[in-house]
Structure formats: C-alpha cells, structure tokens
C-alpha cells in the first residue's frame, strides 16, 4: 500500500515505532494465536490484556470506538498515517479500532486450519460484501466496451441474484453466466472463457442448500487463472472453511449466524494472502483484503459501523457450540418432517436420502470435534437451514404458515430463534417466476431455521400447523 510521496526524517521514526509494533503483533499472532483452537480464537480474537491496559484502561470487552476520527501527535505522524505507512485508522469510513478486533477474529476464524495467512475488510452487510468482493475483478483493463463475464452459481440469495442480473448484467453490461448444476464440472468449464473474471458459488445456498465440490472448482478456477469466491453464510467457519480447500475470498453475511442474536445487519471479505487472478494488480493479489479496505472501499464507503462489529464480535464467540446445537436440532426437526402426512418433501443436507448429503459429508464438520471431550472423533454437521414443501400447493403452504405460533414468520436466517418464510413471496419475489424456476423455488416450499429452543416445542408448533383439522 505505497505511494510515492516523500518520506522525511520525522515520518520514518514514526515508520520504525510501527514497524516494531507489527512485527510483534505478527509474532504474536504466529506464536500464539494461531496455535489455540476456533473456540479460544472466536472468545479472544487479537484483543488481548497487553492491548486493554495499555490503550483501552484495561477493558475486558473490545471497547466501541463512536468516534469519526483518530487525532495524531503532529504533520509527521499524520503524513506517515495518511500515506498508509503506518497502521493506522484515521477515518472511521476507512478503518477502526472496533472494526478491526472484529476482522482479525473472522480472517483468523475462516482461515483456521489453513497453512497461510488471511486477512478480513468488514462491510456494512453481506450484499456490500459481495460487491466488495466482485467489483476489483471487473475494472476495465483494456477499453470501455471490453467484454467481461464471470461464472456463478444459479443457486443463490435472492439478493445476490439481483446484484448480479440487474446491477451488473443490465445495468452495466457484464455478462454473468450461471452454472445450473453447479455438481458439474463440465459445465463450470463450459462458461469460463479469456473473458472471465472470477467464479463464483454458494454453499450451502440459501434457501436451496446447493452445493459443490469447493476443491474441484477451485482447481479449475486456478488451471484457468481466476480466484474462486465463495458465500459461505450458511456454514459459517465452524462447519465449513472454503479457503482451507482453494477457495481465495469468502463473503459472510454476518447478519446471519454470525450474530445469531439478530442485533443488526453487518458483513465480511475474507481473503487469502496471495490469490490467483488474471487482473495484474499486485497489491491485490497479494493482500486483497487489505486493499479493497483502503482503497476501493475508503472511495465507495460501505463501511461497518463500529457498534455492530463489536456487537456481531460478541455473539460469535460461541459460534461453534450454537451452530452445533442448532444443526442437531435441525437434524431432528428435518427427520421429523420427512415423515409427517402434511409434507410433500423435506430438503436437508442432513437427511441421508438427500442427493448432496455425500458431497455435502465431505466438506461440512463441525470445527475441532476431535478435539472435544463431547465428541473426540469427527463428526458431520449440516447448518441449521432446511426447507420443505407442504402438501397441497401453494395456497396450503400459507395456511400453515399463517397458523404458526412459536416460529416467527420473517424473511430471516441464522437465528437463536426458530424463522420460517415462503421464498417465493419473500426473498425470491423479486426475481420473477423463471428467475424462481432457474434457481428451483417452488411456491409451496418453505425455508425453516430451526433455532436453539427445545426441538420438541419447534415440532409441536410445526405438527399444529400443519394440521387442517385442529
Ligand atoms: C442474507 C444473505 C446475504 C445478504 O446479506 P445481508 O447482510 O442481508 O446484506 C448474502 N448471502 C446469503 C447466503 C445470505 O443469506
């Protein structure tokens, strides 16, 4: 992150003091805290005593920085900060001490296991994320007119659909071509051409629980020079970590699981260090987080609030008890489902008979589970999205969701609570009926997180609803 400026005498012993300071934070971070497991690193990130009695009065929490802006001590400081040779966080819009506790947690989170080195831009949700993603790989290089596409799984968020059809491929003319079995490789290949910026996939996707096999998209994404990136939301770190298998970016939307008390909407770039892509831009490549952090994103501004990192920080802390217990439970609702007289389907990766359970097996492990005393040995689980479809039809699907009482009915995922919605009235409306179709939405499915209440209470109210007769 250099520029060519001038670098005075007063400049460069402000450079020293800082360079100091980041060899010892990154021997720290190599000596210690890449050693403690995920729970450790989700409970303490970076932020440590030495940090909370030397600037923070001791604080045992990361404290919330509600400031706009960091005062320096005088011209030379400020010129080093602002020339990004120090660390520095100058701006709230570009960086602050909250925000970054949050990302240090979250590259250390996605990248555990991996044996090189991650780094995190926070965003102000998961759609900023994605674009924060995605938007470095599509600058015109050559002219304005030049052609540019990139691949992506047709099965995705609605809203990333809707990035990627109308602000991208409408509105600006960049071709997004979707893979409809994205369990075939073949036809990942097929789309990609020397146009071709990125690829793109979901998994598992939401509300479909697409998946594919991340090593094999990866190679390929690689053999043809371009960088895979993966939303990864549904999984979150404690089940499945993309960048340990190829993947070189991950987007969270951490307003899902990752703050799984529902306190706001909030959003990560997880990048490896050193990624493949065919833009020549070796800043880029070589911390892609960082620069989108300081440069694209200082100029488009989708910057998180520091309340809410510190907020999200907080809830992730138990990420992996809370994604365990919502899976089994998830589990247990899912097989409840699969047998009751009112279901028509009942789609879960979970469920032995689903026709991704095997691929899905492969990937998604709960973080450490050898390692615990609960379980010792590796153990599958599957996340807490499942869907179903009632019996009957469209109009019956709103009957029985219009009958829930304990499940809430919003357009929601990855909550301490039970949320239920209809996808083709909810999150996929905007998309049309074809759009549905191509990403296989029935209107009479319904998208259940099942939260961490007692299953048998979450049966209970599914069993009512779904009962004409009471
Ligand atoms: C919700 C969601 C998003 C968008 O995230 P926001 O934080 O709501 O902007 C992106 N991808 C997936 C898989 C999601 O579930």
Not at 116 to 132: D, F, K, L, Q, V
Not at 238 to 251: F, K
Not at 254 to 262: D, E, I, V
């Amino acid at each position: 992150m250099t520029t060519d400026d001038v670098i005075t005498e007063g400049m460069q012993r402000y450079i020293d003091i800082n360079n100091k300071y980041l060899a010892d934070r990154d021997g720290y971070i190599r000596d210690v805290v890449k050693k403690w497991r995920f729970d450790t690193i989700a409970v303490h990130g970076l932020y440590n005593v030495t940090d909370a009695i030397e600037d923070y009065q001791g604080a045992i929490i990361e404290p919330i920085f509600m400031s706009t802006s960091q005062a320096y001590r005088d011209s030379d400081e400020m010129a080093a900060a602002l020339a990004y040779k120090i660390p520095t966080w100058c701006y709230s819009r570009i960086a602050n001490p909250s925000t970054y506790y949050y990302e240090w947690t979250l590259a250390l989170l996605e990248g555990y296991g991996y044996d090189g080195e991650t780094s995190c831009c926070s965003t102000s949700s998961g759609m900023s994320a994605i674009m924060t993603a995605v938007m470095p790989f599509l600058r015109v290089v050559k002219d304005i007119h030049e052609p540019r596409n990139f691949v992506a799984t047709a099965q995705c968020y609605g809203g990333t659909f809707q990035q990627f059809t109308v602000r991208m491929m409408q509105e600006r003319g960049i071709e997004c071509r979707w893979v409809l079995d994205a369990t075939n490789i073949d036809e990942w290949a097929s789309k990609i051409d020397k146009n071709t910026r990125f690829l793109y996939g979901e998994l598992p996707s939401n509300p479909q629980q697409g998946f594919f096999d991340v090593e094999a998209v990866a190679n390929l994404a690689h053999e043809n020079n371009l960088p895979l990136i993966c939303d990864s939301t549904v999984a979150t770190p404690a089940l499945l970590r993309p960048i340990c298998h190829g993947a070189d970016i991950v987007v969270q939307s951490a307003s899902k699981s990752l703050t799984s008390s529902g306190f706001g909407i909030c959003g990560a770039v997880i990048a490896r260090k050193n990624l493949v892509t065919n833009i020549d831009d070796d800043a880029l490549k070589s911390d892609f987080s960082l620069c989108v952090k300081y440069l694209q994103n200082r100029d488009f501004g989708p910057n998180l609030h520091p309340m809410q990192a510190v907020m999200t920080l907080n809830d992730m802390r138990t990420l992996r008890s809370k994604m365990d217990l919502m899976s089994r439970n998830t589990m247990e609702v899912s097989e409840f489902l699969e047998k009751h007289p009112g279901v028509e389907s009942t789609q879960y990766l979970g469920l032995p008979d689903h026709p991704l359970h095997e691929l899905a097996s492969k990937y998604m492990t709960l973080v450490d589970a050898e390692h615990d005393s609960q379980y010792g040995k590796p153990v599958n689980r599957y996340g807490h999205l499942m869907s179903f479809c009632v019996k009957g039809g469209a109009e019956k699907a709103r009957t029985f969701f219009d009958r829930l009482q304990r499940i809430w009915r919003a357009t929601d995922l990855g909550r301490i609570k039970s949320v239920a919605t209809i996808p083709a009235i909810s999150t996929h409306q905007q998309q049309g009926k074809e759009g549905r179709e191509l990403a296989g939405i029935p209107g009479n499915m319904v998208r259940l997180c099942v939260g961490a209440e007692h299953p048998a209470d979450i049966m209970a109210d599914l069993d009512q609803a779904l009962c004409e007769s009471k």
